[in-house]
């Protein structure tokens, strides 16, 4: 919306109909921007209106299904079966699924809202064990009952719909695919039948979507990863990537990025057990928030020890170690060591989501007056970190969860100067209630890559709580004893994810200096093999990542074997450059040029050591 009124105002964009005189612009921009609302408003009625429409239909092919419930959701919807009382689709059964849901659209089926008593939706609702568990727990809480029917089809669900489905655009919506899902999520409830759904308000958005869904699987990083011989996994570590040598070359050459410029501006490395008995974590308040998603060891003995799943209470140990006085702040603890979270099964996703990982981490021991300046200083490593990979980026400010320690006053004085931090940076925005961390308010990082998708990998944690648990103190300027306050932040977030965004953002096309293989030397034929060994020789002493093609193929195999591995260069070597000690760089994004290997190492030490 605020987007649309720029654009309106703007006096070279605003429509004709605006620039007539008694047209107030600003009026007319906050019209538009409500009816954008009611939009998006829409586009959730209709996908939760197909997510019942499709329950109606499966009720038709299906009749001893069990229903479970529908909701829209980004891009579409979904509604859960139980088909484990009779026959239950396939994946070639959506299209007949997906013609009796258009049936219903083109007889412009009505969506009508009516109430039920708990008795009488008790009685109706009796061969649905699902949704006789939802309706006593509306009941429990004194809820009233609401119910949408549409045709014959009668559902549990407190709306809003579509009047009707005529408001439904013919071809904008399809049935994607098939899924298990838990009941309510919980994987000790039965594993339903998930049927997914897009839904958008034209034809052409839907087209436009499968467009990006497509390029999406073409830069799959798992497939990319699998292809430059980046990562694997293995089924005796669910969740846990082996990085094979290239890869491990991208992901070193990432660290020590981080590396080399946080220590420019005064980060201090540390490195901590991977293993703490239960006590930190009880301490830090981990093993009452956090302990389902850890891995726990018992070693018998009364010693029970947690793996650790993040480095915070370990930067407060550190701290605590020292004696620290007021001009020891901004004290800027950093660390890359591996942590590991139960992440369930389901949910694991290559490099997305991953059970062992490690984070670009650091804690910032700051006092309350340095929470502005501290912002800032993190703010512009976002800046440099993300434009040296071309990568757009905003903010997501999240606010106090249910499930929180400390006094609300003082969470309250953290969002609020987290927002007047965010305001005055000038940065778009948004707040996510009640995203926050357990200990304290955060500001996440969204970024979006090439195919507009938004995808969450730093954040930048205010916290109050953990240096009052484990009683930290520093010396104030008036020998007074002071509680600090510390600034939990990463900026790549973990570096897997961070690698699999990179990997799909880029399509493995990575920048010279990122690059596993940054030169590829093909001699046209055996004849040129030995000068091709000096060529590739003389590259590798001078730090260049160079891989020498030494087979039989024809120059044509060769090539297209190369381009597979995606170098920024491949150097051709024939008859002419033997002869005039020179040779010809081709560029993966084309063309080629001829010059001498002297001058080729010059041309891609500049760009490797300016991070083109």
């Known amino acids: 919306c605020d987007l649309l009124k720029d654009l ?5 964009l605003r429509p004709p109909l605006l620039k007539k005189e008694g047209i107030n612009s600003q009026i007319a921009s906050e019209s538009l921007a409500m009816t954008f609302k009611k939009h998006m408003a829409s586009i959730e009625q209709i996908r939760h209106s197909l997510a019942h429409i499709l329950a109606a239909v499966v009720k038709k092919q299906y009749p001893r299904a069990k229903l479970g419930i529908g909701p829209a959701i980004e891009n579409g919807f979904y509604y859960d079966f139980d088909f484990s009382d009779g026959p239950a ?41 699902y949704k006789l568990e939802l309706i006593g727990e509306l009941e429990t809480k004194g809820e009233k009952l609401t119910f949408f029917r549409n045709d014959d089809f009668l559902d549990l669900c407190a709306g809003p719909h579509i009047k009707d489905a005529g408001e439904i655009a013919s071809g904008s919506f399809k049935l994607e695919r098939l899924a298990g899902a838990y009941w309510k999520g919980d994987e000790k409830n039965k594993m339903l039948t998930r049927i997914y759904g897009l839904a958008f308000a034209t034809k052409e958005e839907l087209t436009a979507y499968e467009t990006q869904i497509e390029e999406a699987k073409k830069r799959d990083h798992k497939k990319i990863g699998h292809d430059l011989e980046l990562f694997m996994f293995h089924e005796t570590a669910p969740g846990m990537p082996y990085w094979l040598p290239k890869g491990l070359i991208l992901y070193n050459e990432l660290v020590n990025y981080w590396r080399v410029e946080h220590q420019k501006l005064g980060y201090q490395e540390i490195s901590s057990p991977l293993v703490n008995k239960s006590d930190l974590w009880k301490i830090s308040g981990h093993w009452d928030h956090y302990k389902d998603d850890m891995f726990i060891a018992d070693m018998g003995e009364n010693e029970v020890y947690g793996i650790k799943p993040m480095n915070c209470p370990n930067a407060m140990v550190v701290f605590q170690s020292r004696q620290v006085s007021y001009k020891d702040l901004p004290l800027r603890l950093s660390d890359t060591d591996r942590l590991h979270r139960y992440e369930r099964s389901g949910t694991l996703n290559g490099l997305l989501r991953v059970r062992s990982f490690q984070q670009d981490d650091s804690h910032n021991f700051i006092s309350e007056d340095m929470i502005g300046d501290e912002y800032e200083h ?84 205010l916290d109050f709580q953990l ?10 300027r008036d020998g007074q004893k002071k509680t600090p306050v510390v600034v939990h932040r990463v900026i790549y977030g973990s570096l897997e994810r961070f690698i699999g965004i990179l990997i799909e953002h880029t399509a493995g096309n990575f920048p010279v200096w990122l690059s596993p293989v940054q030169v590829i030397v093909l001699p046209i034929s055996d004849k040129q093999l030995d000068y091709a060994k000096v060529v590739s020789d003389t590259l590798k002493k001078a730090g260049i990542r160079v891989e020498l093609d030494e087979s039989n193929e024809t120059l044509g195999k060769k090539i297209r074997n190369a381009k597979v591995q995606k170098p920024p260069y491949i150097l051709v070597i024939g008859a002419k ?15 080629s040029e001829k010059m001498s290997t002297a001058d ?12 083109k």
Not at 426 to 452: R, T
Request: some cysteine; aromatic content about 12%.
């Open 8 to 12: 309106i105002n703007h006096p070279g």
């Open 89 to 129: 689709p396939t994946p070639d059964d959506l299209k007949a699924l997906e013609k009796g849901m258009f049936s219903i659209v083109n007889k412009k089926v009505a969506f009508n809202s009516e109430e039920l008593s708990v008795p009488e939706a008790k009685n109706y609702f009796k061969d649905e064990p």
């Open 378 to 461: 993190i703010f512009q490593i976002c800046k440099d970190f993300y434009g040296i990979f071309g990568l757009e980026y905003s903010f997501r400010l999240g606010t106090r969860p249910e499930s929180f320690l400390g006094e609300k006053e003082v969470w309250d004085k953290a969002e609020a100067e987290l927002k007047k931090i965010l305001e005055r940076s000038g940065k778009k925005y948004i707040i996510a209630e009640g995203d926050g961390a357990f200990y304290g308010p955060k500001i996440d990082i969204v970024m979006k890559d090439c195919l507009g998708r938004d995808w969450q990998l730093g954040t930048l944690q």
């Open 467 to 476: 240096p009052r648990r484990f009683n930290l103190e520093y010396t104030d």
């Open 577 to 591: 450059e033997e002869e005039e000690k020179m040779i010809t760089a081709e560029k993966r994004e084309g063309g």
């Open 600 to 611: 080729f190492i010059t041309k891609l030490t500049e760009e490797i050591k300016e991070r």
